[in-house]
């Protein structure tokens, strides 16, 4: 398939532009677009058939549900049975932003988009040509991440093109994604309401308008094997770059200790030796790739490194990724959720 790749300027969208891709997703076609969490590839939720594709072009299994986007909070209502009033909350203050609402679904919303369940996720990005782009083509726009099943989300344009390039019609280009980690997933059909994904919205943002949310136990807990998250898409072993990731956890000289230790052991084996370090420890490194995620005072700065470190380390072709822990509170708890999964929960404490 023919992909074009349609620059846009983020301060002076181009409505020629614009409007062609969204005509391409009114017809039934696959758009890559920018939001600030990560790249989605959207399609029109309510076409079956076009949201079929996007499954097709990301390999993605058809068992995980995908996220409805929309520019206006006057779409909701038609998308679900009801929205909760402590949904109404949320929305005013953290939409448009990165958080995911979990409803009850409405009836228009086709099966192939809620995996069969009765529940639909929405949420209103806050990237300016994200909200231009759905208002444009005035339909609700599924949207995964637009990485190939499997590999880190895409934060940067040429992200997309290595996954996606030849599988849909456009990609739209317009910088780095500045979150760097997909949305919060909120459960609002319960109460407390439950996060099943952690993400650009924090626990204690969310606590401010609800008092209490709960945490999917199986994202917290150790027995994370044994528990079986209620989003679906959190039980895949995803965001994994090709080489063998292991975390380091502990106190800051203890983990560049280990790290020290393990890098030379793999060396010695003739392997390959990434290490995803910080600001704070880079320098405490020689003889090995060495990539610093950012601040451990400034976690929003990891946040929007890590996938683009990792998929680094794959152009790199390393074969072992040592990570250091990062603190889980915060923004934290989203970052060590996905570093977790790059590793395979192979976590050594320190
Ligand atoms: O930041 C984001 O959310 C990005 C950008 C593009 O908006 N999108 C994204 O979509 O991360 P995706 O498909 O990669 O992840 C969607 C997550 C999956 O874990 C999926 O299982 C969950 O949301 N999800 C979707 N619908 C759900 C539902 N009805 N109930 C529970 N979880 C749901
Ligand atoms: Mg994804």
């Given at each position: 398939?023919?992909?074009?790749?349609?620059?846009?300027?983020?301060?002076?969208?181009?409505?020629?532009?614009?409007?062609?891709?969204?005509?391409i997703?009114?017809?039934?076609?696959?758009?890559?677009?920018?939001?600030?969490?990560?790249?989605g590839?959207?399609?029109?939720?309510?076409?079956?058939?076009?949201?079929?594709?996007?499954?097709?072009?990301?390999?993605?299994?058809?068992?995980?549900?995908?996220?409805?986007?929309?520019?206006?909070i006057?779409?909701?209502?038609?998308?679900?049975?009801?929205?909760?009033?402590?949904?109404?909350?949320?929305?005013?203050?953290?939409?448009?932003?990165?958080?995911?609402?979990?409803?009850?679904?409405?009836?228009?919303?086709?099966?192939?988009?809620t995996?069969g369940?009765?529940?639909v996720?929405?949420?209103?990005?806050?990237?300016?040509?994200?909200?231009?782009?759905?208002k444009?083509?005035?339909i609700?726009?599924?949207?995964?991440?637009?990485?190939?099943?499997?590999?880190?989300?895409?934060?940067?344009?040429?992200?997309?093109?290595?996954?996606?390039?030849?599988?849909?019609?456009?990609?739209?280009?317009?910088?780095?994604?500045k979150v760097?980690?997909?949305s919060?997933?909120?459960?609002?059909?319960?109460?407390?309401?439950?996060?099943?994904?952690?993400?650009?919205?924090?626990?204690?943002?969310?606590?401010t308008?609800?008092g209490?949310?709960d945490?999917?136990?199986?994202l917290?807990?150790?027995?994370?094997?044994?528990?079986k998250?209620?989003?679906?898409?959190?039980?895949?072993?995803?965001?994994?770059?090709?080489?063998?990731?292991?975390?380091i956890?502990?106190?800051?000289?203890?983990?560049?200790?280990?790290?020290?230790?393990?890098?030379?052991?793999?060396?010695?084996?003739?392997?390959k030796?990434?290490?995803?370090?910080t600001?704070?420890?880079?320098?405490?490194?020689?003889?090995?790739?060495?990539?610093?995620?950012g601040?451990?005072?400034?976690?929003?700065?990891?946040?929007?490194?890590?996938?683009?470190?990792?998929?680094?380390?794959?152009?790199?072709?390393?074969?072992?990724?040592?990570?250091?822990?990062?603190?889980?509170?915060?923004?934290?708890?989203?970052?060590?959720?996905?570093?977790?999964?790059?590793?395979?929960?192979?976590?050594?404490?320190?």
């Amino acid at each position: 398939m023919k992909t074009e790749v349609i620059k846009l300027d983020i301060n002076n969208i181009d409505l020629d532009k614009l409007n062609y891709a969204a005509q391409i997703l009114k017809d039934g076609g696959l758009v890559a677009f920018p939001t600030e969490t990560v790249y989605g590839l959207g399609a029109n939720a309510l076409d079956e058939s076009a949201v079929k594709r996007i499954f097709e072009a990301k390999g993605r299994p058809s068992d995980n549900p995908l996220i409805v986007h929309i520019a206006d909070i006057g779409q909701v209502s038609g998308l679900v049975k009801a929205i909760p009033p402590e949904a109404f909350a949320v929305m005013e203050r953290f939409w448009p932003g990165p958080l995911t609402l979990v409803m009850e679904k409405s009836l228009i919303i086709p099966e192939v988009i809620t995996a069969g369940l009765d529940t639909v996720a929405i949420r209103m990005p806050s990237h300016p040509v994200a909200l231009a782009l759905i208002k444009e083509a005035g339909i609700p726009i599924a949207a995964p991440s637009a990485n190939t099943s499997g590999k880190p989300s895409p934060t940067s344009s040429q992200h997309v093109i290595e996954d996606l390039y030849g599988k849909v019609d456009v990609i739209i280009e317009a910088g780095c994604s500045k979150v760097g980690l997909e949305s919060t997933v909120l459960d609002m059909t319960v109460l407390p309401p439950m996060i099943l994904r952690p993400g650009g919205i924090t626990p204690v943002e969310l606590n401010t308008v609800l008092g209490k949310v709960d945490i999917d136990p199986s994202l917290v807990s150790k027995e994370t094997e044994i528990l079986k998250p209620r989003s679906p898409g959190m039980k895949y072993t995803h965001y994994s770059p090709k080489a063998k990731v292991i975390i380091i956890e502990g106190d800051i000289q203890s983990v560049v200790s280990k790290v020290l230790e393990l890098q030379g052991e793999y060396a010695q084996k003739g392997a390959k030796v990434g290490i995803l370090a910080t600001e704070q420890t880079k320098d405490m490194y020689s003889s090995a790739e060495i990539i610093s995620m950012g601040d451990r005072n400034e976690p929003a700065t990891i946040a929007a490194n890590l996938f683009a470190a990792l998929r680094e380390f794959d152009m790199r072709q390393v074969d072992v990724i040592l990570a250091e822990a990062i603190e889980s509170t915060g923004i934290g708890l989203a970052i060590m959720n996905r570093m977790s999964k790059a590793a395979g929960y192979n976590i050594i404490k320190v």
